[in-house]
């Protein structure tokens, strides 16, 4: 913050009103006992900006001091207190001129409380970049070299003194939109990453890869992303993967050793996460160092905001024989005299998958050939860094029958959100209807017996329960919701510049 420089009438006042009590403060005070203002009051009157608040508690609380110095000092405190209101940053800054401004819809009570969250994070990492090391500028390749060669001789850590933020709730409250806000107000010269979780842990195995035959693989990487980015902002925190959840607590205990500030979101307590997973006992200790090194907040909203967008825009099909449909509408955005022909997407690690026709951006696929083949998250997110656009034919009711089908079309709706890629298709039910069937074992414990044994079995014996999918589908039914209105297409079009 800038110093505040006063009018020089007032800073003669508080001279004059300091003085003249100096001068009849004897009575008061024995010569030996040394006055609460004294020879350095010229000094904290110029430094105003790191001292005004010391001189302020001089000043009245002196029980002496003339009535025209305390209001003279209560001015220098007014201007003060004012210019820092108009200087402060952060999220709940910028949240709240969004709002003036009708951009964001009026304030939550559950987001303001994670907001005071972030801004509090906000806030001490301003006061500790350098004790964090957060500015990329501020760190020679000298002195990074010089950590690097000590820490291969004798390890040591170096935690931040910062605690991060796991910030988890429902579906749609928003927890993206203020992981965004948080992140886009801090400078662009600090080491900062914003990453969505599939997306973060791809790029682990890869390096892993990469790294193969040393000791201690995961260290070597965390020592990597370290150096890249040390406040590590990742969206959509879920574990599913038995890989993943094997290597999360040595991983992320590199990581916070190295100084790794961590700022998630996720639909979960992080006491439920991998609930139900295999050598769960073996994640455990993970979600104690998360617990430890991070802040955890409940976003407690009911609302889900991606519902409240406009009326849908007519790309979302249901029927069984409308396929012919969703291809007059795919060949009218590629254009129509445009020929769509097979072609072929680079993935990780040298994999390529292929695309059954596309063109312009836009890709087509048989449901069947995109989520009822051996695909992941890696495959989608190489498709949609060559497409913004998909369109998918026949997507069915999912149940026992096809879960993974329905895994795999989970992690496709994620990429796409994440991508802002723009999804037409052709359904057998709505969204809702499409995943009734999925359910968590404690939605299964609860739903009510039928009157009839037989019938009450034909219901079980279609039900999938799955506590991780169970728990996903709300995110995905959501999003499919805000996929189809006018907002999110708007977003795309400006994201991929069309």
């Not at 505040?4 to 300091?18: F, K, N």
């Not at 020879?39 to 025209?68: D, I, K």
């Not at 928003?174 to 973060?200: A, E």
């Not at 680079?346 to 695909?375: H, I, T, W």
């Amino acid at each position: 913050m800038r110093p505040i420089v006063r009018s020089s009438s007032s800073l003669l006042r508080i001279r004059w009103a300091l003085r003249n009590q100096q001068r009849h403060s004897s009575t008061i005070y024995s010569k030996t006992h040394k006055p609460l203002v004294g020879a350095h009051q010229n000094e904290a009157l110029v430094n105003t900006n790191t001292c005004n608040s010391a001189l302020y508690s001089r000043l009245s609380f002196s029980r002496g001091l003339s009535a025209e110095a305390v209001e003279a000092a209560d001015a220098v405190r007014l201007t003060v207190s004012s210019s820092a209101e108009v200087n402060r940053t952060g999220p709940l800054v910028e949240y709240e001129r969004r709002i003036s401004e009708g951009d964001l819809m009026t304030g939550d009570v559950c987001q303001l409380g994670a907001l005071k969250e972030l801004q509090r994070l906000h806030d001490e990492l301003v006061e500790s970049v350098d004790t964090c090391r957060l500015d990329r500028y501020n760190t020679s390749d000298k002195s990074s070299r010089s950590r690097w060669f000590w820490s291969r001789l004798m390890p040591q850590s170096s935690v931040s003194p910062v605690k991060g933020l796991y910030l988890y709730g429902g579906v749609g409250t928003g927890k993206t939109m203020l992981m965004d806000l948080f992140f886009d107000q801090l400078p662009c010269t600090w080491k900062k990453q914003r990453i969505h979780f599939h997306d973060f842990m791809l790029t682990i195995h890869s390096r892993l890869q990469k790294h193969k035959g040393l000791s201690d693989p995961l260290e070597v990487v965390a020592q990597e992303i370290a150096h890249d980015a040390i406040l590590l902002c990742l969206d959509e925190f879920m574990v599913t993967d038995v890989a993943d959840a094997l290597i999360l607590n040595r991983l992320f205990g590199h990581l916070f050793s190295n100084g790794i500030i961590l700022v998630a979101t996720s639909n979960r307590n992080p006491d439920k996460l991998y609930e139900g997973g295999l050598q769960r006992d073996l994640f455990l200790p993970f979600i104690a160092s998360l617990k430890e090194r991070n802040v955890v907040h409940e976003i407690g909203s009911s609302v889900d905001y991606r519902k409240l967008t406009s009326a849908e825009q007519g790309f979302y099909f249901i029927g069984t024989d409308i396929s012919t449909l969703l291809k007059q509408k795919f060949q009218e955005l590629i254009g129509g005299n445009v020929v769509a022909r097979p072609q072929e997407v680079e993935v990780v690690m040298g994999r390529k998958l292929q695309v059954s026709l596309g063109a312009n951006g836009c890709a087509y696929f048989p449901f069947k050939e995109l989520c009822d083949r051996p695909l992941g998250a890696a495959d989608y997110l190489g498709l949609f860094k060559k497409f913004h656009t998909l369109a998918l034919e026949g997507v069915p009711v999912f149940g026992l029958y096809n879960r993974p089908a329905a895994s795999r079309f989970v992690t496709l709706v994620d990429v796409m959100y994440e991508n802002r890629a723009r999804l037409l298709c052709t359904a057998e039910a709505t969204p809702q209807e499409l995943l009734e069937k999925i359910v968590t074992i404690s939605d299964a414990k609860s739903m009510s017996p039928r009157t009839s044994s037989r019938s009450r079995k034909n219901d079980v014996s279609e039900l999938c329960v799955d506590n991780e999918l169970g728990f996903a589908k709300d995110r995905t039914i959501s999003r499919l919701t805000e996929m189809n209105s006018k907002e999110y297409l708007e977003q795309h079009a400006i994201t991929h510049n069309l």
